[in-house]
């Protein structure tokens, strides 16, 4: 059998990439090199955690690196099983600030709305893994429509942002309906969309699909390279009808353990991103989410990554690092050593534990 099979016309379908996804463990043994050992391991996580992996982004795998950066944000890993007594399952405390079902508001003036629960590759540090376990759901046109209603009776929400999941697997009529109708709202000024389909299955942004963003703007793109080796050709393309549609695309990275932890990564990454025209806007310190630890960076590590970058790379290309806190507490910029000078240090410091990840007793979260 081999997992990454296909016409060169197939490959280049996203009903064909979604429709032959690799979602059982036997399917990995070929991308982990013919490794069958670690079959029992891949079951056992898949009971709590399932996974699923285009053809397209299994294929930027190389197979005889088992550390391979690809693999790590892919496969599954018996360390998000230890992991679990770590982490919260809902870290930013989402439900919390949940109206309706769906429509999650931590902000005055803007709110999230989760358009599906299903993903073309589920990126192992999700922070909301929580959903995968709901099952693969489809939302009645109920469910978006309450979420519509409220946005109508909430008159500080200027801008909607359509997130999941990702949005970008709903059909493209049931999209066009759902942006339509929130633009329709006289106080909904700004929509943005986040989504992974250009890093994990970049042929799903098609004319079609373009035509009905585009009908939206101002609408602002926001997706998530995390390594170098996912700016491939096709992703560049993706990006690029976007950007000649007239809709910014931009790039939320996160910091992982084993993916982008060091500058030389992080610095191609930037530049990368520089070259196809997607803006590093932020790079996000990893939350603590439950099955994820093993993915998480010392905020200093990080900060001195940033400052190194800083140095040497145009101001252009470097994102802000920052770390996403619970409810309204929204992003707290981690700044490099240098501009520290002009902050209180006390509040960097407590905010770290001894192995350098914050923690929620933090006075700023309470
Ligand atoms: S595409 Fe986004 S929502 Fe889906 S698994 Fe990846 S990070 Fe999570």
Sequence with gaps: MNVLSGSAAER?????QYGNRLSRPEHLAELAGGNSNLLDEWRRVAQIYPFAITPYYASLIDPTDRDDPIRRQCLPDIRELSDIHTGQDDPLEEDLHTMVPGLIRRYPDRCLTLATNRCAVYCRHCNRKRFWMQGSRRFSRAYFQEMIDQVAQNPFLREVIVSGGDPLLLPAATLDWFLGSMTAIPHVEILRV?????????????KELVAVLKKYRPLWFNTQFNHPREI?????????????????VSNQAVLLRGVNDDPETLGELFYGLQRISVRPYYLFSCDPVKG????????????EMMEQLWQRASGLCLPRFVLDAPGEHGKIPLQHFSMQREVDMREVEISLTENGKYIKTHPLFQ
């Design 232 to 248: 491939t050709p096709e992703a560049a393309q993706a990006c690029d009808l976007l950007l000649t549609a007239g809709i910014p």
């Design 194 to 206: 986040g989504s992974r389909i250009p890093v994990v299955m970049p042929m799903r942004i098609n």
């Design 292 to 303: 994820v630890d093993h993915f998480r960076v010392d905020i200093r590590h990080g900060m």
């Design 12 to 16: 280049m379908d996203w009903r064909w």
